[in-house]
Every structure is written in C-alpha cells, then in structure tokens.
C-alpha cells in the first residue's frame, strides 16, 4: 500500500503532464512506462557491472554498449543514472534521438518488454516537462517490489478516475475475489486470454508470494514462476507494454505477454495449454463469422463474443483445468439456441461449479450492465453434481456512478483486517462469498433457498432449460403469520365490540 506522500508525487506527475500537453491518461501511462522502463535497464546494467566488479570478471550480460557509437558518442549516456542530471535540452535531444531508437532496435537481452519497442515513440512535447517528470520520478523509490507494484497500480487507476480506458480495468478487489477462490497452486499454468494491463496475472502472482513463498526460494519453482507460470494475450500493442511492466514491477522477471487476437482464425492459439484461466473478456456484442476460429465455431455456432470466449477457454484449458470468468447477464438465461448449447456444454460436458450474481454497479461508470462470474472444470467427461450460487448484493462500494467506498479501508476487500458485523457485511459480501465457497460442497449443500448463497443439483437445472438464473431458484422468505380459527376471531370481535359499547356508555355518563 502506498503512502499519501507517494500519492502525492505520483499526483504531482500526471499533473505536469495534463498541464504539460497531453491530456490522454493512456498516452500519458505509455510515456510513463517507457521511463520506468528505461530506468529499470539501467538498475539492470548497474546490477550486472557489480557483480563482475565482485567477482572480477567481465560483464556477462551487458545492456548498454561500451564506448562510443559511430558518432563518437558515449552510449553511457543512454542511461537513467546519466542523462537525469543533463540540462532539460540535452536530456530531451537524448531521448528523442538516441534512446528511444536504441529502444527500438533492441535485442532480447533485457527481458519480454523489448518485444513491445518496435513502435515506441517519444511524445512528450517540451524539454520542461520531460525535465520536471524526470525529476519527480528519480524521487520516487522502486527498490521494493511491493512499492513498486503498488505505484504502478496506482498510475493504472488513473486510467479508471479520468473517465478514459476504463474498461480494460476489472475492479481490483473483484479480480483478489475470483483469484482466492481459484486458489492456484505452485504448479498451475495461468492465462489471462484478454489480459489488458494484466490485472488477473498480477493477483494471481501476489497470490502465489503470499501463500506459497517457498516457491521463490527453490530454482525450479522459481523459473517457473518468472518464466512459463504467467500467460497473457492481448491485441493492443500499448496494452501488451502496460500489461508486461505491471508484471515485471510485481515481481515477475520474464512473464509471457504475447500478442493474440484470441477468436480470430489462426491466432485462437493451442489446445489445452493452460490449468487455470482468469478473465473478464470484452464482450463487443457480435464479431464476423467469416473471421472467426473454425475450431470455435465448431463449439457454438454464433457470432457472440461472449459465448466464443467461453468455447475458447474450454478448449485451452487442460483436463482437470479451472476458469474463473466474468460474463453479461444475458450468458446466464439467454434463450438462442448457442446461448443454451453453451450452458449444457458447461453443465454436461464437464462440471459448472459455481454461479457468483455480481451487483449491476460493480462496473460503472463504463458499464452499468449486470454481470456473474463462472467457475468451471473441464472434464470432458461430465461431473456436474450441485452448482452453486451466491448471490453478491454489497461489494464494499456504492452501486452508483462514484463508487464510494462505504467502509473503512481495512475493512474492504476480500481480507478485511476483522470479521465484520452483519451490519457490516451488508455493506461488504466478499469475505462471505470466500468463507461460504470453502464449503460449498459441505455445509452449504444445505441451505435454504431463501439464503444468500444455496446449491442447485444439477437435475433441476436440466429440467429448467439448464437456466442459470439464481432468481430461477431462489424461494423468498415471507414473514411467519399466525393462523386462527374463524369461532375464535370472531369471539374475539364480540368481546371487543363489548368493550367499546361500555366506554362509550362512560364516556356519555361523564358528559352528563
């Protein structure tokens, strides 16, 4: 978590930037991460020349040349180290004319990030602002990983305050919730197929550090953890840059963020590739069949993104492989024929485990349109037994445009500080849904319909049309009337009329 004072620098920066010329929060987080970047070359480099003096020996993995380019200038120069004490106009002709094309023009010597150079531009207008961002940024530390991560996540939700690009961020406690639930394991193979700023891949790597440190102490675990654990696609070559920095400041030396446009012929990539997929897709509506994977549509014959997305994480997934996937409402009880083939897939096919009702605001203000997560098995062998709903009313913020948050800090979120009262929990249902999704296939097989959270055995499902609805299955709790028989109210009614006949009877006595 970081502090208000690094709030502050980080506010001060894109400040600069906004009153400096550029006023596109995507744009601005671009020119950013290049200077992250370019900065975390040289603390490689830096890291590297250590080393060799240690051990007197020359450099093994060198990033900047020796000497001078064929201009007779020092390629040192190219360093964050250097040219951040360089006048604001020989510090703006460096970037421009010799860093960004040596950017450009790189090798794979420094990791993913350089796969995404190729057309990276230097855009920041005026030798004066890249000075002042300069400055405020050598100021801010990224020694610690957590920090690190945690500014850059910051930066990102930028993207969501400025009312621009918002919806290639899911909300972050939502993603930790999909992410306890899935529980991924030092083994798993994760993939995000429509990764954005990889905000699923990075929960799901936090989530391996806290829970399986010892990952990162052994050399085989931890290759794979920096190398093969961490899978993202995306078609947005800015995305792809965003996505893998954000990996790279939490932690993850090498992730494999790669270009994909995943329903697309030719480019829907493998078969079983993946044990675990995290995603919240974009759903566009309807793409051109003429365009889209064969393999797909030999799934479910339909044009909706929504329902290719959920053909396309069932055939990457391996057998015995787990999804966690946010989809519209309309997946849950639509009645086309591909929406219903889907459903039965999921629930005949291999195992539907759960159905999470998230509220309708949960994405505003981008999109106020209601929406579930799915957890699913591939089996491919059936397994369905019970499925399991929850029904989210409260996620910590409000449902209207300005997501307040409606509790304290520590209170929200899937792992508040305490348990919360009931008064609280009204507020916050998350840490409920973990705690109940522990014993979904134990205590929670008998709960009342008229719970927050039930089972539905698959039976019933089938013979409603293989309806996903929660509302299909949820019986309402009406309040206990006491019941009578008609003698008794009506005695009740004499004695009554009785008892008014004598007070008036008073009351005109008294008059007298």
Known sequence: MITGELKSKIDAIWNDFWTGGIANPMEVIDQLTFLLFIRRLDDLHTLEENKANRLKQPMIKRIFPEGTDDKGQAWDDLRWSRFKNFSPDLMFETLADRVFPFLRNMNDSSGSFNRFMKDARFTIPTAQLLSRVVDKLADIPLDDRDTKGDIYEYMLGKLSSAGTNGQFRTPRHIIKLMVAMMAPTPKDIISDPASGTCGFLVSAAEYMQDKHPQMLTEQKSRDHFNNTMFNGFDFDT??????????????????????????????????????????????????????????????????????????????????????AVVVPDGVLFGASNAHKAVRKLLIDDHRLDAVVKLPSGVFKPYAGVSTAILYFTKTNSGGTDQVWFYDVHADGFSLDDKRDALLDEAMLGVYPSQALSATEHEKNNLPDVLSRWEESTGTERSNPRTAQSFCVPKDEITANGYDLSPNRYKEVEHEAVEVRAPDTILGELDLLEVEIRRDLENLRAKTV
């Open 238 to 323: 800015t995305m792809l840059r965003i996505g893998t920095m954000n990996m790279i400041l939490h932690g993850v030396e090498n992730p494999n963020v790669g270009y994909r446009d995943s329903l697309s012929e030719g480019e829907s990539g493998g078969s079983e590739e993946f044990t675990v997929i995290l995603a919240n897709p974009p759903f566009k509506g309807s793409i051109d069949k003429s365009t889209t994977a064969k393999n797909l549509l030999r799934v479910v014959d339909t044009s909706k993104t929504e329902l290719l997305f959920l053909a396309l994480f069932i055939r990457q997934l391996k057998n015995g492989g787990r999804a």
